[in-house]
T-cell receptor, first 115, second 111 residues
Framework: DAGVIQSPRHEVTEMGQEVTLRCKPISGHDYLFWYRQTMMRGLELLIYFNNNVPIDDSGMPEDRFSAKMPNASFSTLKIQPSEPRDSAVYFCASSLLAGPYNEQFFGPGTRLTVL | DAKTTQPTSMDCAEGRAANLPCNHSTISGNEYVYWYRQIHSQGPQYIIHGLKNNETNEMASLIITEDRKSSTLILPHATLRDTAVYYC????????????FGGGTRLMVKP
């Protein structure tokens, strides 16, 4: 398997524009997670899905952020409108099982810069 | 989930063992200890986890004290490629797979 795939790897946009980040989890994994990493706040969980259903979105910073998982092999994280403070690296991760052994496999991340 | 405390940074000589400590004095009985690491510009990578007993895999060993209030991740023969930020995470075993990352320890392996 190719691992978790994220696109684009880098995104530069201007304030006010819509940004869509994409993630393809590892085939067969039941859980999908979106994280954000900044120097100030470190790694933060934004939202996660189980079997395509959002389970906990308490980490989503505000209504400008939305995430969807239309099927088991694809998820999007959308920011509309984007702001400079959204600049960060966004990671997608997936895992196979609940329970104590729940290794999460992370993608390479999308580095977002909002000017 | 229990809070963890790790040193901000550590150095280790290449080829020597790297011992990374983690304090989790408020850990409860059903919480596991997980270790992940993040190499520069990459996503985090799972290393190992444990509940009570010491654990070993191909990457590292995890030593958990008898009272479970602290643990140590051991990289037996550190290489330059082990330079990374190491995160100690404590969480309930079946809590929807959520991971809460703290600041971690920045390990620098030097030649």
């Amino acid at each position: 398997d190719a691992g978790v795939i994220q696109s684009p790897r880098h995104e530069v946009t201007e304030m006010g524009q819509e940004v869509t980040l994409r993630c393809k989890p590892i085939s067969g994994h039941d859980y999908l997670f979106w994280y954000r990493q900044t120097m100030m706040r470190g790694l933060e969980l934004l939202i996660y899905f189980n079997n395509n259903v959002p389970i906990d979105d308490s980490g989503m910073p505000e209504d400008r952020f939305s995430a969807k998982m239309p099927n088991a092999s694809f998820s999007t994280l959308k920011i509309q409108p984007s702001e400079p403070r959204d600049s960060a690296v966004y990671f997608c991760a997936s895992s196979l099982l609940a329970g104590p052994y729940n290794e999460q496999f992370f993608g390479p991340g999308t580095r977002l810069t909002v000017l | 989930d229990a809070k963890t405390t790790q040193p901000t940074s550590m150095d280790c000589a290449e080829g020597r063992a790297a011992n990374l400590p983690c304090n989790h004095s408020t850990i409860s009985g059903n919480e596991y200890v997980y270790w992940y690491r993040q190499i520069h510009s990459q996503g985090p990578q799972y290393i190992i986890h444990g509940l009570k007993n010491n654990e070993t895999n191909e990457m590292a060993s995890l030593i958990i004290t008898e009272d479970r209030k602290s643990s140590t991740l051991i990289l037996p023969h550190a290489t330059l490629r082990d330079t990374a930020v190491y995160y100690c995470i404590v969480r309930v075993g079946n809590a929807g797979n959520m991971l809460t990352f703290g600041g971690g320890t920045r390990l620098m392996v030097k030649p």
